[in-house]
T-cell receptor, first 112, second 116 residues
Framework: DAKTTQPPSMDCAEGRAANLPCNHS???????VYWYRQIHSQGPQYIIH???NNETNEMASLIITEDRKSSTLILPHATLRDTAVYYC?????????????FGSGTRLQVQP | DAGVIQSPRHEVTEMGQEVTLRCKPI?????LFWYRQTMMRGLELLIY????????DSGMPEDRFSAKMPNASFSTLKIQPSEPRDSAVYFC??????????????FGPGTRLLVL
């Protein structure tokens, strides 16, 4: 799996958009970008994933650059409950091997 | 659905004792995963099962660790004998057998293990 690089921490004001970057310059053509988050003391929670097109769901939006070397997770209106560690993971889908490799993630602190 | 269920939620034991962690996956999910989280090593995959069969146990630290899945609705992770360095949060996760979005893993609340 490709290595991903994320900033260790970020702050965001409540109600503002939180933009979390992820670098995955060695990602291969059939590796998806997955995002999970872990709120303190809880298990990781799936947020969104994508291959090359931008994706949006009820939780967030995922913007992937055209060369796929980086992506940004966008929480459009961050709330205090979004304070968590966010993990960007490169993952080979449809291979039969199901192993998520978690890095250090970005600790997002939403400020009131 | 109740989600992935783990028990106990907290476990405190003494070095040398046997510890058994339990997991009930989401009904209908064919994959089950055991992860361990520590400050030093982060979240790491220990083992995963497909249709009750272990597929990859390369993350299991040593012979003191063993995992079983006797049926589709129950799995155990056993540590015998336990050591202080086993102190961690152990997560169980499950996913469906399909492809694409169905590969999303759903995590339980974790078991916090402290070995004294």
């Amino acid at each position: 799996d490709a290595k991903t690089t994320q900033p260790p921490s970020m702050d965001c004001a409540e109600g503002r958009a939180a933009n979390l970057p992820c670098n995955h310059s060695t990602i291969s053509g059939n590796e998806y970008v997955y995002w999970y988050r872990q709120i303190h003391s809880q298990g990781p929670q799936y947020i969104i994933h994508g291959l090359k097109n931008n994706e949006t769901n009820e939780m967030a939006s995922l913007i992937i650059t055209e060369d796929r070397k980086s992506s940004t997770l966008i929480l459009p209106h961050a709330t205090l409950r979004d304070t968590a560690v966010y993990y960007c993971i490169a993952y080979f889908q449809d291979t039969g091997r199901r192993a998520l490799t978690f890095g250090s993630g970005t600790r997002l602190q939403v400020q009131p | 659905d109740a989600g992935v269920i783990q028990s106990p939620r907290h476990e405190v034991t003494e070095m040398g004792q046997e510890v058994t962690l339990r997991c009930k996956p989401i009904s209908g999910h064919d994959y089950l995963f055991w992860y361990r989280q520590t400050m030093m090593r982060g979240l790491e995959l220990l083992i995963y099962f497909n249709n009750n069969v272990p597929i990859d146990d390369s993350g299991m630290p040593e012979d003191r660790f063993s995992a079983k899945m006797p049926n589709a609705s129950f799995s155990t992770l056993k540590i015998q004998p336990s050591e202080p360095r086993d102190s961690a949060v152990y997560f169980c996760a499950s996913s469906r057998s399909g492809r694409g979005y169905q590969e999303t893993q759903y995590f339980g609340p974790g078991t916090r293990l402290l070995v004294l």
